[in-house]
């Protein structure tokens, strides 16, 4: 083989895998939309020293509003006594790094990080609300 073939096929090789790699990075992008239908999530950590948890479900509209989201909280190993309704608002990133802000019924506001994965399907999140510490993850369901 000459060395202009060989010279041809390495250019031809770089090209082609170039292009996958952009492919691939343009597979991975993320925006508002990937979060999108009925989610079920589950946190827990502590508010001001004293242990909490929760288990819910929100929609997300996929245009940066999380909707008909309600949630069964314990504090301190205690049930709170209403289901507690929220909404939230969130932004994505390119690489699956979010944040949301929530407006909770008759509580303070609340902040969170979040990465989305498995196609924005599922995600986990930490709060970043002053004095509480949480961790948790969110999954859609079908």
């Given at each position: 083989?000459?060395?202009?073939?060989?010279?041809?096929?390495?250019?031809?090789?770089i090209i082609l895998l170039?292009?996958?790699?952009?492919?691939?990075?343009?597979?991975?992008?993320?925006?508002?939309?990937?979060?999108?239908?009925?989610?079920?999530?589950?946190?827990?950590?502590?508010?001001?020293?004293?242990?909490?948890?929760?288990?819910?479900?929100?929609?997300?509209?996929?245009?940066?509003?999380?909707?008909?989201?309600?949630?069964?909280?314990?504090?301190?190993?205690?049930?709170?006594?209403?289901?507690?309704?929220?909404?939230?608002?969130?932004v994505v990133r390119g690489?699956?790094?979010?944040?949301?802000?929530?407006?909770?019924?008759?509580?303070?506001?609340?902040?969170?990080?979040?990465?989305?994965?498995?196609?924005?399907?599922?995600?986990?999140?930490?709060?970043?609300?002053?004095?509480?510490?949480?961790?948790?993850?969110?999954?859609?369901q079908k």
């Amino acid at each position: 083989m000459t060395s202009s073939r060989i010279y041809s096929l390495l250019k031809a090789s770089i090209i082609l895998l170039s292009c996958a790699v952009a492919a691939d990075a343009s597979a991975d992008r993320f925006d508002e939309h990937d979060i999108f239908g009925d989610y079920v999530f589950t946190f827990d950590g502590s508010a001001g020293g004293v242990p909490i948890a929760a288990v819910g479900r929100f929609f997300g509209d996929g245009k940066g509003n999380l909707l008909n989201a309600s949630r069964t909280l314990v504090v301190g190993g205690a049930p709170a006594p209403v289901q507690q309704s929220f909404q939230c608002t969130y932004v994505v990133r390119g690489d699956g790094r979010g944040t949301a802000d929530c407006t909770v019924a008759g509580a303070t506001p609340e902040s969170f990080s979040f990465i989305l994965f498995d196609n924005g399907r599922q995600t986990y999140f930490v709060g970043t609300t002053p004095g509480v510490v949480i961790h948790g993850n969110a999954t859609r369901q079908k």
